[in-house]
């Protein structure tokens, strides 16, 4: 089975400072995880993935992800926020074709809602 | 290059009345899912596909079928609305790799 945390419901930082959005994971295989971001009545957008290659990954508009497996953790960054910024954020998990029971299957986490003050 | 399309984006059923929502992809991707969005639960599963011919079950699969009969489209149907299925529905797809998910714009249902 696999499931993902992620560990804050809501986020508020000010413009210009870091952000931190915790994800933590289970899965029984070797997993490939990702975040997006969805803007207000916006569809979903891919920020970045890990897929078993580098554990520092790098994505779109300044975001970038470490996977630690000792931890079980996908935690996404920013070190400086921006209005535009403002969106919701989902971390997803999937084992692909490897996983038993969970093969195939594409998992959301709950979201986090990021807020970005002036 | 469409990617992912879903129809309709927008509908209003009554209670009781059978409603299909027809994803297309064309990614040639094997994996396909339907999603539904909820006010903070994020995304939930309902049902997925890992190839053309083959359905599984998701987080919340009660009240809904699906059918993948061509590798490109997913159905999903509803056979009996209820209020509760009122929601915004997303589809997605994803290649074997798994190197990313690409979802529709979303179909907003609402259920009177």
């Known amino acids: 089975a696999q499931s993902v945390t992620q560990l804050d419901s809501h986020v508020s930082v000010s413009e210009g400072t870091p952000v931190l959005l915790r994800c933590n994971y289970s899965?029984?295989?070797?997993?490939?995880l990702f975040w997006y971001v969805q803007h207000p009545n916006k569809g979903l957008q891919l920020l970045l993935k890990?897929?078993?290659?580098?554990?520092l990954v790098k994505g779109i508009n300044g975001f970038e992800a470490e996977f630690k497996k000792s931890e079980t953790s996908f935690h996404l960054t920013k070190p400086s926020a921006h209005m535009s910024d403002a969106a919701e954020y989902f971390c997803?998990?999937?084992?692909?074709?490897?996983?038993?029971?969970?093969?195939?299957?594409?998992?959301f986490g709950q979201g986090t809602i990021l807020t970005v003050h002036p | 290059n469409a990617g992912v399309t879903q129809t309709p984006k927008f509908r209003v059923l009554k209670t009781g009345q059978s409603m299909t929502l027809l994803c297309a992809q064309d990614?040639?991707?094997?994996?396909m899912y339907w999603y539904r969005q909820d006010p903070g639960m994020g995304l939930r599963l309902i049902h997925y596909?890992?190839?053309?011919?083959?359905?599984a079950k998701g987080e919340v699969p009660d009240g809904y079928n699906v059918s993948r009969l061509k590798k490109q489209n997913f159905l999903l149907g509803l056979e009996s609305a209820a209020p509760s299925q009122t929601s915004v529905y997303f589809c997605?797809?994803?290649?074997?790799?798994?190197?990313?998910?690409?979802f529709g714009q979303g179909t907003r249902l609402t259920v009177v």
């Open positions: 890990y897929t078993s290659a580098a554990t």
């Open positions: 990614m040639n991707h094997e994996y």
């Open positions: 899965s029984s295989y070797s997993p490939s």
């Open positions: 997803v998990v999937t084992v692909g074709g490897a996983g038993g029971t969970s093969y195939g299957k594409l998992t």
């Open positions: 997605a797809s994803a290649g074997g790799d798994f190197t990313e998910a690409f």
């Open positions: 596909s890992v190839g053309e011919g083959t359905t």
